[in-house]
């Protein structure tokens, strides 16, 4: 229940604003938000990789209203890569497609996206599409669908929750795409989604063998220990390489856990996310673990 209420709070504008503006969340963010500015998120990179992870760095911000605002992220995205690419060679960047007008326009959104896959071959950083609640989840699919032949190291998040992830998955037929498992992070009903915990778990289990099975490179996207003791010992079974698939975990969590599996030798990668449109990428943090709840309002209350 706490984490729906957070969910329901990472909806709302009027909150938004008034957390955004308040001083007192400010070590709550910077917990898991490398800082506003592209400097602040190079210099994370640089600490990360020198603990053996890799980055997928996050411009934050998501469902703008105006094509305007659309292309600005699309342009501010391409301003990154080239830094990206000196300082961090193998990273990626993530990107959500409502902050690259998905919902206003599909067909200025794939144009957007097309834009910035181009900018980012040329400098050889990996585009990853992150999925989003699922007003949004069709068009954000077809608009992947359509770059993914030209653009085939692109990586699109699948919620395992999501009843609709597994017949989505079965419509790749020519180019199999490649896939960050996650469990899925937005307030969705239950005929959408399953709701209930271990049926989650459970769900993210049966999709992880089956991407290792089926897809290529597959990355895992979580922070449980029975979710990745799952991937580790269906990876053994199979025979498939500890560098064949590889580990995903947000900036600020189980940091420990990131560099123990780094020195295993698996490929980890850090979800990195900077800029200033840090609200609802937080309250999506804090419905994830009930006692964040109580470290939400203590640090709103200034305790
Ligand atoms: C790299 C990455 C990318 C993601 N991209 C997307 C996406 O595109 N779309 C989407 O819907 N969701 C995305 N998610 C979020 C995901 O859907 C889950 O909401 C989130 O990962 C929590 O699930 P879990 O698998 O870590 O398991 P949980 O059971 O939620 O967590 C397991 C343990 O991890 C720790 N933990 C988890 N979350 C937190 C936290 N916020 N703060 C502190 N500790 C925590 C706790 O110890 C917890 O017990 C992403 C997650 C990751 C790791």
């Known amino acids: 229940m706490p984490s729906r209420l957070l969910l329901v709070a990472s909806e709302s504008q009027k909150l938004g604003a008034m957390v955004s503006r308040s001083p007192l969340t400010r070590g709550l963010v910077s917990r898991y938000v490398a800082g506003t500015t592209l400097d602040d998120a190079m210099a994370v990179t640089d600490q990360l990789r020198r603990q053996g992870l890799e980055v997928s760095l996050d411009l934050l911000g998501e469902s703008v209203t105006d094509l305007a605002d659309a292309e600005r992220a699309t342009q501010e995205y391409i301003e990154a890569l080239p830094a990206l690419a000196e300082r961090a060679p193998g990273s990626s960047v993530s990107v959500k497609l409502s902050q690259l007008g998905v919902a206003v326009d599909q067909r200025a959104c794939a144009q957007n996206l097309d834009k910035l896959l181009v900018a980012a071959d040329e400098h050889g950083v990996l585009v990853e599409v992150d999925m989003e609640a699922s007003s949004v989840g069709k068009a954000i699919l077809e608009t992947f669908r359509a770059v993914l032949p030209r653009h085939q190291q692109t990586r699109i998040a699948m919620q395992a929750a999501m009843r609709q992830t597994l017949p989505d998955l079965q419509s790749f037929q020519e180019v199999k795409p490649r896939i960050r498992l996650v469990k899925g992070a937005f307030l969705e009903s239950l005929e959408t989604a399953a709701q209930d915990k ?54 600020g969590v189980r940091r420990q856990l990131q560099q123990e599996l780094a020195r295993e030798g698996y490929r980890v990668r850090v979800y990195l996310p900077y800029g200033s449109q840090w609200y609802p990428y937080l309250m999506r943090r804090m419905a994830e673990r009930p006692a964040n709840l109580l470290l939400f309002l203590r640090s709103l209350i200034g305790g």
């Open 198 to 251: 271990d049926e989650v778990t459970a769900r993210y289990k049966w999709f992880t063998t089956w991407a290792l099975e089926n897809l290529p490179d597959p990355a895992f996207g979580t922070h449980d220990d029975a979710c990745i003791a799952h991937v580790r010992s269906e990876a053994d079974r199979l025979g498939i390489d500890r560098r064949a698939f590889e580990f995903q975990m947000l900036y």
